[in-house]
């Protein structure tokens, strides 16, 4: 590796006041045709493009993105990673991506960050503490850790939860998954593609898709902002925009982009260490390490790609952190923001190959995609690669709704999409 | 957060309202008569646009009737409210 990160180099470049650090990849010029184009240099697109050249050999290929790296919905997400999802279909899919996150820091020689606070997911309800009970077994059965606790339990956890009987969603247990936990997001889209440029891989920024090029039921490249590519295989990983790729392909996607948003409050001393989900009151709550709280809203319900959500979403969340915490009750909101995200109908990703040969879908991770980042961008790299699924993302595929054999996670995943 | 003018009540915060997608999305006369790619089509895919698109909406905490939105989803202004039974205006 020309330049590894180590205790060694820091000392080294410490001696020249940090100025002579080497670019992390390289900001090339496209060439005329690659073997493969991935549109959208997310974490997913990235960590796509890193495993093709990794583990596929296919070194001849480019990620194009319209802005800038990581600066769409990985740069904007609450940084959760967990597995324990309710089907199995979907255990295998975040299973997958939480084992390569356990070592990933090492194998990108890049600190991801990666932190396994544990995540908690709180009961408020009789239905929700049976469907949670359920879900441990589930989770067990499919060899993800998975604890059910009480409500003694909860606050022995976390102790600045409010487990009072008599506020109104009272806390009446929770599961607690320990191996889960937090990245650093903008970390992950950096050292995925510092990874991939060494290999080879050209990562263009500021290079906006503008039409599909197809030749009867193949393609044959993309017409962008920086000129024509030529390529046959285009993996689209483009979130909230998936249906706008797809619409310039003539492909109609099960999508619904709308806005979701999250916020921060001022930096503070350490307070929660841990990640609390509520499903019931939909408020998820982590620090960074900076000290900020971490605070995920939701959806709006209307199709937007303004960016931008609105504030009775906020309010509503705060009035639940506020009731589950009021320790928080006089801290300030710094700064708020939303990013748009790809809805299935079942709340599960789509990981696929399409009805046109050549063209490649990962998208409708909606509300929880950052957490996949790994595991999504295996999967793809191999199914670009082979032209056919992997066993664990074969369940994901587009024709589910058709046949109808979805992968109903609404809920279930221990959150409200 | 943006104005909605319901054709009933008048000009409401969005929050009053529920979306309820895209519109003009005709249920099939026959659905026995359907394929399985037919019925996906009509279940589940969606043009979800960037830009001019056709919704319905239901003001449910106010009127409670369904009515349809013409407007732009890259920056959610609205052009134009139109009654269910109404036909879309054309420029």
Known sequence: MKNRYSIFSLIKNAFSYHENWGKAWKDPTPKKEYDAVIVGGGGHGLATAYYLAKKHNMKNIAVVEKGWIGGGNTGRNTTIIRSNYLWDASAGLYNHALKIWEGLSQELNYNVMFSQRGVMNLAHNLQDVRDLKRRTHANRLNGIDAEYLNTKEVKKFCPIINTSPDIRYPVLGGTLQRRAGTARHDAVAWGYARGADEMGVDIIQNCEVKAIKRNGDRVEGIETTKGFIKTYKIGVVAAGHSSVIANMAGLKLPLESKPLQALVSEPVKPVIDTVVMSNAVHAYVSQSDKGELVIGAGTDDYVSYSQKGSHEIVEGTLNAILELYPIFSRMRMLRQWGGIVDICPDASPIVSKTSIKGLYFNCGWGTGGFKATPGSGDLFAHTIANDEPHKLNAAFNLNRFVSGDLVDEHGAAAVAH | ?91
């Open chain 2, 1 to 91: 957060m943006f104005l909605i003018d319901c054709p009933f009540c008048g000009e409401r915060e969005q929050s009053e309202f529920k979306a309820g997608g895209e519109a003009h999305i005709i249920r099939p006369k026959q659905p026995t008569e359907l394929s399985d790619d037919e019925w996906a089509e009509y279940l589940f895919m969606r043009k979800n646009i960037k830009g001019i698109q056709f919704e319905r909406w239901n003001h449910i905490h106010g009127c409670r009737k369904w009515f349809n939105v013409v407007r732009d989803t890259s920056n959610d202004k609205i052009k134009a409210v139109y009654k269910i039974d109404e036909k879309p205006p054309t420029n």
